[in-house]
């Protein structure tokens, strides 16, 4: 305990020297120091004795538990009515104020509903706690274009809600708009935290409308806009993983946009349907997306890697598979990047599928990328020549991939050399047979 003690100031003053002795003791609530209580005494040096300082001591810890009930007050009271995580507003006392709003003085009455496209993959790859840098980010930028007296509130995991008194419904258009611009325009880094949203609104123009009606009426047109902007939600993440991944490992894009041509020839020669090849090209861009929610002391590691962060790279295929299978668009791939690793004899990853239970486009790719990987240079390993990669490729058939994929591949790759030859050397390539061939 810390106890009061006399102190004595001198000061001068115009007309002579006045003496002031003060008293001070602590207001402590436990062993937090929250403030101080002082008594003073301009006439007394000898005011105060041992009894005066102990009253003083009992008098300050009784403020001291009064103040700390209050702050504690205060805090319940905010906490009761706003959202922990954003700052902003919670559901009930949003409900409680559409309810006090949706009067006649405050009409035109508009309520925006607006939805984070995208929560659950960032929370699936970079975690929650990345997730929740996203909202934080999102009700930053949706107060800065708010005004003063809008009720910004978060009423669910990525949903919030906005009330706009006295704001006609072209108003508030211009404000869904005005929000959309902002998150287009963002610039925050890794470029996945910028957001992604859905809105809708709609607004009590005179005639009453119970508050329900309103709120189910702006939500409708939020999942509406969802809907209508599928395609650039899709097109959005897409740009934002490839440009994350891009910028950890720039020869991951490179590495993607080879294969590109070589999935689309093996893909066409073994008779794929114009849907197939689609989600193989698709497949070409997206198979390693899921290194991006692996550590980077691990995917640059210039030699070998432990079993354990063997362990953690294998991973990659299942962070993938999680972010695809939550994207509409990339869904119908999700399973093709998950089992991108198996083997043919089934001692591949994650599940140790075999043979022809491995996903066909899963078989392509594994055979692609082998021999793109093999030819480019890693930090754990050199490159090594198109003939040794193709050794190895044909070294593997029907252990690691495909028997009957691997000869259709070899013969893919030959067909590519005898027209490269052709193109150089174009007089020891003039049989017919051979013509034929080099125009594959």
């Not at 991006?292 to 598979?321: A, C, N, V």
Request: glycine share 6%.
């Amino acid at each position: 305990m810390i106890k009061g003690k006399k102190f004595m100031m001198e000061f001068k003053e115009w007309f002579g020297i006045l003496r002031k002795v003060w008293l001070g003791v602590p207001l402590k609530i436990e062993d937090k120091v929250i403030g101080a209580m002082v008594v003073q005494s301009y006439t007394n040096p000898n005011l105060y004795s041992e009894s005066d300082i102990k009253l003083l001591e009992f008098v300050s810890s009784q403020i001291a538990t009064a103040i700390e009930r209050k702050s504690s007050e205060e805090r319940i009271k905010h906490l009761s009515f706003h959202d922990s995580l954003t700052g902003l507003y919670n559901r009930p006392y949003f409900e409680e104020e559409l309810e006090r709003y949706n009067f006649p003085r405050y009409y035109p009455l508009s309520v925006v509903m607006l939805d984070v496209n995208g929560l659950k993959v960032i929370n699936d790859t970079f975690g929650h706690s990345e997730g929740d840098r996203l909202l934080q980010h999102s009700s930053q930028i949706l107060t800065s274009v708010s005004r003063q007296g809008d009720i910004l509130a978060r009423i669910g995991g990525d949903e919030f809600a906005i009330l706009l008194p006295s704001t006609t419904s072209e108003q508030a258009h211009e404000f869904c708009e005005r929000f959309k611009k902002t998150c287009q325009q963002d610039k925050i880094k890794p470029i996945y935290l910028r957001p992604n949203i859905s809105l809708g609104h709609t607004t009590q123009e005179g005639e009453y409308k119970d508050t329900n009606s309103l709120l189910k009426e702006a939500d409708r047109n939020m999942y509406q806009d969802k809907l209508f902007n599928g395609k650039s939600r899709e097109k959005h993440f897409l740009e934002a993983f490839r440009i994350v991944l891009a910028e950890r490992d720039p020869h991951t894009s490179d590495h993607a946009q080879r294969l590109q041509e070589l999935v689309f020839s093996l893909g066409k020669r073994v008779g794929l349907t114009e849907y197939q090849l689609g989600n193989l090209k698709l497949l070409a861009l997206l198979h390693d997306i899921g290194k991006i929610g692996i550590p980077d002391s691990i995917l640059f590691k210039t030699y070998i890697l432990t079993p354990s962060e063997w362990k953690k790279m294998r991973e990659h295929s299942r962070i993938g598979y999680r972010m695809a299978k939550n994207i509409p668009d990339f869904a119908p791939i999700a399973q093709e990047i998950l089992h991108h690793h198996e083997h043919w004899d089934g001692n591949g990853y994650p599940n140790g599928l075999k043979g022809e239970k491995i996903p066909l486009l899963s078989r392509i790719i594994s055979i692609i990328d082998a021999y793109d990987v093999m030819q480019s240079r890693c930090p754990y390993k050199g490159a090594v020549s198109k003939t040794e990669a193709l050794k190895e490729i044909k070294r593997c058939a029907g252990t690691q991939f495909d028997p009957q994929l691997v000869e259709i591949f070899l013969k893919i790759v030959q067909n590519r050399v005898s027209r490269k030859k052709m193109r150089l050397f174009p007089k020891f390539c003039s049989s017919t047979a051979c013509r034929a061939e080099c125009v594959f």
